[in-house]
């Protein structure tokens, strides 16, 4: 069988085109399809490296930035006291007592529970209508209303509420004792009877834990509270100024209350 | 002279037969053939050593990205972003609650002797009381008028946010007017 030169022709034209769809089937598409993938998975990696190499000079930059930021918020937490129980607060406030000469008629401790933060600031309601809304409208003269500054942060916050026997003056200087401790313990309740002499007094301890404990206090030692209000009287002088009572003096800058007679809290 | 006849006719056809050999249909598939099979070598042989190549790199990336050292820096450095973050959130919210420290009402002895100061000469302190920024003063008096006075003293000196009272009673017994006059303290900074 002879076949014609056309014959010949689409013949061969038909085995390549067989041969090129073998090869492209059999290699060329899936070593491509391979190579795609490996591809994208090399940018992938590569993209990883790319990342490892920026970051890995970070690790020196962001040690220091630790450091400077434990410094930071230490030095904001050393603000707050760490917890305590009633019997390290009592440290605090029995040695004003003995200074004072009061006589400590009740303490009534309240178990630390969780609580955020108010500052005790009232806030007055001015009252709005309409006339004085105008009013204001055309003098430009807007009264804002009373505002404070609050957090959404929670506390440790325990509760001591002492009765005291003292006259009108030595009641002033504890004030100003507990109000030199500059730290988050506030009179949130006090009075005093002019008649009795019996000073209420209330005060919210709020507490933190700390990331570093270092500069924080010791409460260690018998302490012997020794106040009974045997000076007498209601009164004291009225007025500003002068010293009462006896005993040493009791904290300063925010420290902590050192009794000349011994110390009982002690910075570590 | 003899004359000799060109004969060229045999040279062409021997001529034309070597040409036609080789350019014959089969020679001619043939070269294709081998062409073909020669790009489609050298294409496959080049997709074979790109694919190679792309594995080599990949296994020089994979092992660079997965080795101990870089790991154990990578974790280092994430537990130290971690760390910085957290430390942001802290330093925020301590910041917060000691701002609101700062703003916080201090009940001491200057209140005391803005209440003192301003206490008319003829008006008596019963009982002081402070709660939750509030100080509450207890007067006694023996004008009526005492309170008003005493009430725009302490407005005048504008230490306190509000000063109001509610009115007062006469003590026929001790015949003294009682009052108690209001203080709202303002707070720190």
């Known amino acids: 069988m002879s076949l014609s030169k056309r014959e010949q022709f689409l013949l061969f034209f038909m085995g390549m085109v067989a041969v090129l769809i073998f090869f492209i089937t059999i290699f060329i598409l899936p070593m491509n399809t391979s190579i795609t993938s490996l591809k994208s998975q090399k940018n992938t990696l590569q993209s990883q490296k790319d990342i490892i190499d920026a970051t890995l000079p970070q690790a020196a930059v962001l040690k220091t930035q630790q450091l400077t930021k434990v410094a930071d918020v230490n030095a904001e937490l050393a603000k707050i006291e760490s917890p305590l129980l009633a019997s390290e607060f009592e440290r605090w406030l029995l040695p004003l007592t003995t200074k004072y000469d009061m006589r400590v008629v009740d303490a009534k401790f309240s178990e630390p529970a969780l609580s955020t933060p108010t500052g005790n600031v009232a806030l007055v309601e001015e009252p709005v209508y309409g006339l004085k809304t105008m009013i204001e409208a055309y003098t430009k003269d807007v009264t804002l209303p009373d505002s404070t500054i609050t957090s959404k942060s929670v506390l440790m916050k325990s509760n001591y509420k002492y009765t005291l026997l003292t006259n009108y003056k030595r009641f002033r200087g504890m004030l100003d004792d507990i109000a030199a401790w500059n730290t988050s313990f506030f009179v949130t309740d006090a009075s005093f009877n002019f008649a009795t002499g019996v000073v209420k007094l209330g005060i919210d301890a709020y507490t933190v834990d700390k990331i570093s404990y270092d500069g924080d206090k010791l409460y260690q030692g018998d302490y012997s509270a020794t106040g009974d209000n045997s000076s007498g009287g209601t009164l004291g002088s009225v007025g500003s100024g002068g010293s009462v009572g006896s005993g040493g003096s009791v904290g300063s800058g925010g420290s902590v209350g050192v009794i000349d007679d011994g110390s009982t809290i002690i910075s570590k | ?189």
């Open chain 2, 1 to 189: 002279m003899k004359k000799n006849d060109m004969n060229l006719l045999e040279r062409y056809q021997e001529i034309h037969k070597e040409r036609t050999n080789r350019f014959s249909a089969s020679r001619i598939y043939i070269v294709i053939i081998i062409g073909t099979l020669l790009i489609l070598g050298a294409l496959t042989l080049q997709f074979w050593m790109t694919e190679n190549g792309l594995k080599s790199d990949i296994t020089t990336l994979r092992q660079y990205n997965e080795s101990a050292q870089v790991q154990t820096k990578m974790a280092e450095i994430a537990v130290l972003k971690e760390n910085v973050k957290s430390l942001d959130t802290m330093l925020a919210e301590v910041k917060s609650i000691n701002a609101v420290f700062d703003s916080a009402v201090r009940f001491n002895s200057y209140t005391l002797d803005v209440l003192y100061s301003t206490l008319p000469s003829n008006v008596k302190f019963t009982a002081i009381t402070y709660s939750e920024g509030v100080v509450k003063v207890d007067v006694s008096g023996t004008r009526p008028s005492d309170f008003s006075n005493y009430s725009l003293r302490l407005i005048n000196d504008a230490y306190f946010k509000t000063v109001t009272y509610s009115g007062y009673t006469f003590d026929s017994g001790a015949n003294l007017y009682n009052a108690t006059i209001e203080c709202v303290m303002k707070g720190g900074n």
